[in-house]
């Protein structure tokens, strides 16, 4: 019955930045590696960075340098924070649990629109 809310997502101009976040309901951290993915318009689902239950962090080479995923266990919060965007950057964002998905988890996402 764990639940995941993600927000932080809009529109922005290339070169500027944005900060989602992924609150869950519960503590999940502590049992589960946390990812965050992307679906573009007519693309397959992506991931773009994951953190592991130690911490350790990695990212997609198409946004390695420019994003940053953390988290707060006691909030049980996860958190990507986006950089330098780009409009191929432009798809609705999810946070899931890594790297078995919870089919209940992926939610509606939040859009991240990268137009000048």
């Known amino acids: 019955q764990v639940q995941l809310v993600v927000s932080g997502g809009g529109l922005v101009q290339p070169g500027g930045s944005l900060r989602l976040s992924c609150a869950a309901s519960?503590?999940?951290?502590?049992?589960?590696?946390m990812g965050w993915y992307r679906q573009a318009p007519g693309k397959q689902r992506e991931l773009v960075a994951f953190?592991?239950?130690?911490?350790?962090?990695n990212y997609a080479d198409s946004v390695k340098g420019r994003f940053t995923i953390s988290r707060d266990i006691a909030k049980n919060t996860v958190f990507l924070e986006m950089n330098s965007l780009k409009p191929e950057d432009t798809a609705v964002y999810y946070c899931?649990?890594?790297?078995?998905?919870?089919?209940?988890?992926w939610g509606q996402g939040t859009q991240v629109t990268v137009s000048s």
């Open positions: 953190i592991t239950k130690g911490g350790i962090t």
């Open positions: 899931n649990t890594y790297p078995q998905e919870r089919y209940e988890y």
């Open positions: 519960g503590s999940i951290f502590n049992a589960n590696s």
